[in-house]
């Protein structure tokens, strides 16, 4: 099971930028399909967008064009980033990162089920 970490959560303006970044020693390997997911209150849990172990990127429709997702990777251990511009007030949320070995971003937005890190709260607002 991965451990994880995330960060970079904030208070921002409608239209601002923030990059959330998520730590997980066990994260390293290449074979290993990361993702963000969000939780808004009241709503069930959204997969936002996924890199998978061939290099290929997954973003839900409500996201496209705004955020962007990235790896970088050493020995020791692996960070993920979620870049996120333009945010709207319905981007507000607890964000959420989770990685599978040798899993697909299909697999992982659907069938993911924990477990899951703290969180980061993301709130756009005005």
């Known amino acids: 099971q991965v451990q994880v970490v995330e960060s970079g959560g904030d208070l921002v303006q409608p239209g601002g930028s923030l990059r959330l970044s998520c730590e997980a020693s066990e994260l390293t390997s290449d074979y290993y399909t990361v993702g963000w997911f969000r939780q808004a209150p009241g709503k069930v849990r959204e997969f936002v967008s996924c890199?998978?172990?061939?290099?290929?990127?997954?973003?839900a429709d409500s996201v496209k064009g705004r955020f962007s997702i990235s790896i970088s990777r050493t020995n020791a251990k692996a960070t993920m980033y979620l870049q996120m511009n333009s945010l709207k007030p319905e981007d507000t949320a607890v964000y959420y990162c989770a990685g599978e070995l040798r899993s697909t971003c299909l697999a992982l937005g659907g069938a993911y089920r924990g477990p899951w890190g703290r969180g980061t709260q993301v709130t756009v607002s005005a």
């Open positions: 890199f998978d172990n061939i290099g290929g990127t997954y973003y």
